[in-house]
Structures are given as structure tokens and as C-alpha cells.
């Protein structure tokens, strides 16, 4: 294979990217790394202009035959994502019939190959209509949007801090500034302001409802467009939060699920600048590599938890290189990112053992937070831990019981106070379900004792939050309580049974057996129950010597 004369060739597949000591003006700009090459491999991929400004450089002669790498720099593995980041990036985009004339083309004519695109994909016999979507001017005011914004980055805002404040409000001035012309940020917008709403501790915006189906119209849409943008999965995950915190499980799965699709289609899982090719035709390049990836790892956290909890496949993306997001004063979005990363030794694909399961739970109480939303998430994966140990082990320490028991309580008092500030956020009533599940479930005396105060904690928040979802988990709760109850006493009453005096004969000769064969404390025990005695001293009965098992006993005969 020749090079090209005045130029190094580009990295071989594998190989460590060496340093530019030059990137080119349209790199520089849009922030990404340049490899150096005239024109360099970012610029080729995406159909800029490639440029160096004071320094030109010679260009590649159009005759040249070298076939450049496809792959141009070593990919970093991304914490947390394990075995995902290494897959073979150059399987896939071989794999790829759309990628394949791009990659001819640059073989034969490096300076103007085709671009990545279906070529002959289908007969492409119809087009796809326009469609008119809802002005969301027309749903709500400028005046009523800024306020809503105001709670949606008040509440939502600082676990899930995906939307750049400055950037959002900026939005919101210069839509109202053209009501009349419709703007592809306005899923964003809808989905912000529906959040607000819901989220306000009022009764709500009178078109919230519009709201969410003018997202949704436009999301459903813009879903199979040619160019899916990258705040339409923004608007995906706004989507997702708002169905979790309103809707079926189904519902909010299939919303997360979408945008992590969207994600992959926008190029969002890799690292910003090492985008493969195969996303050429649909990769949204001109984002803040920041915002990217908070989308992509906050997207992550909803879709892994929400399959975990439904007992649903997750979406797995091929190829993610997407670096964890950097933390910043007034989120917590890494706190949350940092949570996620220990559940996802939980995924249904590992084998844990319970010495394993422990050591998530471990490392999951040394997490210290602040905001109620997070003690809630801690909570619950607590609780998730102890129904894998149910199936891996078959039994669970009293401290580990113990344990759970702390993190649960405490979720169930971080969920009376979010309720009392009438914040909706899911697990204020999953926690304190499940919760009671659990400590019927574990069935000892710890923990039934805590189940009165749970109970009245739920019916606190169900005060706060009088819906018939609510009604009918406080009543579905009730009812398991009344059956465990049901269940202790057919229990005693089957050891009443067992133990009542019919009559004195069976307690005399018990006595009278029990002296006969030398075992004076039985007798003892008949005496009492004859006598009615209540005070009976368990100690001395559990410390007595029992002659059982003695040479001296049964005329010195030895069984075994």
C-alpha cells in the first residue's frame, strides 16, 4: 500500500493516535479532536470544509491509492460500561452495506467519496408527507413558560441536569420572540413545561395534557426522520421522566427505550470527535460534549432501572465510549451516575453470589446524600438487593437484614418528606410499598416491628397524594398484612392445640414417666401446665442437663 508523499499515513487499526501539533480551523471550532490530516479524517466523515489556516498544507493527491483506516484512533474503555466499549468497532462498520460505497469511494477518490447514505435501500417509491404539528405558543404564554421553567429546574433539574439553564431560558425568549414559526426544539420545550406542571406542587397547568401530546406528535415523528437530532432524544428522556412519574410501566419503558435509540442514531453513545462511521448519515456532531454526555449516561440510568424494576430487557448499545459527565455545583447527576454504576452489577446477565450481593449492598450504604430523590434510589436498590438474595442464598444474615431494614426506613423518610412538599417523584409510593413487602416478607420479630410505622407513613403520603393509585396500593398492603396476620394465628392456634390439657390423667402420668425414667425436669414442665403456672423459668429449662445421652441412662445401654 503507497502513502502519500509529504504526509505520515493515518494510525493503523489498534494503534495509539499520535499528538497534533495543528488541528484544523473547523476541529478547532467545533471543539473536536484532529488527527492532522489534510483534509483531516473529522471533516472527510462529516462533509466540511477542511482548512489550517496560517499553515496550508500540501493536499493528498487525488491519484493516491492509500486506503485509509477506517478506525483512526485507540478507544478508550469507558468506566462502568465494561465490555461494551471494546467491541470491534470495524466488525460493525464491515458489517455495514450503507457504509460500504463511502469506504470504496475514499479508496478510490479520497478528496469527494460518497457520503454514507441507503443507497438503493429501497425502491424509494414514496415520500414521506408533512405533517402540522400544535404550536406550543399557542398552548401557553411566554410568562407562564418562565415560570414553569422555573420549577421544572427547581425539581427536575438536579438529579436529571441534562439541559444547559442559560441555554434553556435563551430557547424560551427567542421562540416567543417568533411564536408563528415552529421550531424543532419544541419537544424539548413541551416536555420541560409538562414537567414544570406536574411537578409544580399545584394543581397543574390547565394544558399540561396538551402539552404532553404535542411532544408526543412531534417525537413520534421525528423518531424515523431522516436527521434525528440530538435534543429529540433529549425530549425522548423528558418523555420517560414524566411517563414514570404518571403512567404504566410499559409506557415509560418503551419512552426509555426510544431514547436510547434516538441516542445511538445521534452518535451520542461514543465519544464526541470518534463517532464511527456507520452514524455518519444521522450523527448530530455540532453539540456541547458536556451536554451529550449527561443525555447519554442520565438516558442509561432511566432505561437500566426502569427494565430492572419491570423485569424488562434494557437496550444495549454497541461501541459506547461515551466518557462519564464531569460534576458541577447545584446537580447531582454524578452522585446519580455513581449509584447506577454500582446497580449495574444487579444486571439479570451477572451470576452473584450472596458473598457478592453483600458486597453491593456495602458499597451502596457508604454512598452519603443529601437529596431525598437519591435516598429514595438508594433505598430501592437496597430493597432490590435483598430480593436477589432471597434467590441466591438460603438464608440471610441478621445483619444484613438489619441493614436493609436501615436503608428502607430511611427511604420511607425521605418519601414523606418529598410527599410534603408535593413532589411526585416515583418511588415517594414505591419505596414505601415495596418496603412493606419486604418486611412481611423477611417475617421476624425486627422486622414486623417496623411495619406500624411504615404503614402510617404510607397512609401519610397517601394524604398528601389521594389517588386511586395510591388507594389501591394502601389497600393491596392492608390486605397482605391482614393475611399474615391471618397466618400467625392458625400458627398459635395449632400450638394451642398441641399443648392444651384435656384432662389431669395425661400430665400425671407424665410426671409419673418422667420420674420413672429419670428425667425430673419433665416432670417439672407437667407439674407447671397442671398447676397453670405462667412463670416458667425458660433459662433453667434451656441450661438443665438433660441424662439422654449419659452412660448411666437407660441401664447404661448405648444407642447408635
Not at 481 to 503: A, G, H, T
Request: overall charge neutral; charged content about 20%.
Amino acid at each position: 500500500m503507497s502513502s502519500t508523499p509529504g504526509r505520515s499515513t493515518r494510525s493503523p487499526l489498534g494503534s495509539t493516535r499520535r499528538r497534533t501539533k495543528n488541528a484544523c480551523e473547523t476541529c478547532k471550532v467545533r471543539k473536536r479532536k484532529c488527527d492532522g490530516h489534510e483534509p483531516c479524517t473529522f471533516c472527510l466523515r462529516y462533509e466540511f470544509e477542511c482548512s489550517y489556516g496560517a499553515q496550508p498544507r500540501k493536499k493528498r493527491s487525488s491519484s493516491s491509492t492509500t486506503r485509509p483506516s477506517v478506525r483512526l484512533r485507540e478507544r478508550p474503555s469507558s468506566p462502568g460500561l465494561g465490555t461494551r466499549a471494546d467491541v470491534n468497532q470495524q466488525q460493525m462498520e464491515a458489517n455495514s452495506g450503507t457504509a460500504f460505497p463511502h469506504l470504496l469511494g475514499k479508496s478510490l477518490n479520497p478528496q469527494n467519496p460518497p457520503k454514507v447514505y441507503g443507497f438503493s435501500w429501497n425502491l424509494g417509491l414514496r415520500d414521506e408527507p408533512a405533517q402540522n404539528f400544535t404550536n406550543i405558543a399557542s398552548l401557553i404564554s411566554k410568562e407562564e413558560m418562565e415560570d414553569l421553567v422555573g420549577h421544572y429546574l427547581e425539581r427536575i433539574h438536579p438529579m436529571y441536569a441534562v439541559l444547559n439553564p442559560d441555554i434553556l431560558q435563551k430557547k424560551v425568549a427567542s421562540r416567543w420572540g417568533d411564536s408563528a414559526t415552529l421550531d424543532s426544539y419544541d419537544p424539548v420545550l413541551c416536555g420541560v413545561a409538562a414537567l414544570g406542571s406536574l411537578y409544580s406542587g399545584h394543581q397543574g397547568h390547565r394544558n399540561e395534557g396538551a402539552l404532553v401530546q404535542c411532544a408526543k406528535e412531534i417525537l413520534e415523528t421525528t423518531c424515523i426522520m431522516n436527521k434525528p437530532l440530538l435534543h429529540h432524544a433529549t425530549a425522548w428522556l423528558l418523555r420517560t421522566i414524566y411517563l414514570r412519574s404518571t403512567n404504566c410501566p410499559h409506557a415509560s419503558w418503551m419512552a426509555s427505550c426510544s431514547t436510547m435509540h434516538i441516542i445511538e442514531a445521534a452518535g451520542a453513545h461514543q465519544d464526541p470527535g470518534m463517532v464511527s462511521l456507520v452514524y455518519s448519515d444521522t450523527a448530530d456532531v455540532g453539540v456541547d460534549e458536556e451536554s451529550q454526555r449527561r443525555l447519554f449516561w442520565v438516558a442509561t440510568v432511566l432505561n437500566a432501572w426502569i427494565s430492572y424494576e419491570y423485569g424488562r430487557s434494557r437496550v444495549i448499545l454497541r461501541g459506547v465510549s461515551c466518557k462519564p459527565p464531569l460534576p458541577q455545583a447545584g446537580d447531582f447527576t454524578a452522585d446519580l451516575i455513581s449509584l447506577f454504576q454500582i446497580s449495574e452489577r444487579l444486571d439479570p446477565e451477572q451470576t452473584n453470589r450472596p458473598s457478592d450481593l453483600e458486597d453491593i449492598l456495602a458499597r451502596v450504604e457508604r454512598l452519603r446524600f443529601t437529596h431525598d430523590a437519591l435516598i429514595l434510589s438508594q433505598s430501592n436498590l437496597a430493597l432490590t438487593i435483598y430480593r436477589r438474595l432471597r434467590v441466591a442464598a438460603s438464608s440471610i444474615s441478621n445483619d444484613v437484614i438489619g441493614r436493609i431494614i436501615r436503608l428502607g426506613t430511611e427511604g420511607i423518610a425521605a418519601a414523606v418528606r418529598m410527599a410534603e412538599k408535593r413532589c411526585p417523584w416515583w418511588h415517594v409510593a414505591n419505596v414505601p410499598f415495596q418496603f412493606l413487602c419486604i418486611l412481611l416478607a423477611i417475617d421476624s420479630r425486627e422486622s414486623l416491628s417496623h411495619v406500624g410505622h411504615a404503614m402510617r407513613s404510607f397512609k401519610t403520603i397517601g394524604m398528601h397524594f389521594s389517588t386511586p393509585t395510591v388507594y389501591t396500593a394502601i389497600d393491596t398492603i392492608d390486605s397482605l398484612i391482614k393475611l399474615s396476620q391471618r397466618k400467625k394465628e392458625r400458627e398459635i392456634s395449632l400450638l394451642k392445640d398441641s399443648v392444651q390439657d384435656q384432662n389431669a390423667a395425661p400430665a400425671e402420668q407424665s410426671a409419673t414417666s418422667a420420674q420413672a425414667y429419670g428425667t425430673p425436669w419433665l416432670g417439672e414442665i407437667a407439674d407447671a401446665n397442671a398447676l397453670g403456672n405462667s412463670d416458667w423459668d425458660w433459662d433453667a429449662f434451656l441450661n438443665a442437663e438433660i441424662p439422654l445421652f449419659d452412660d448411666a441412662g437407660y441401664g447404661g445401654q448405648r444407642y447408635g
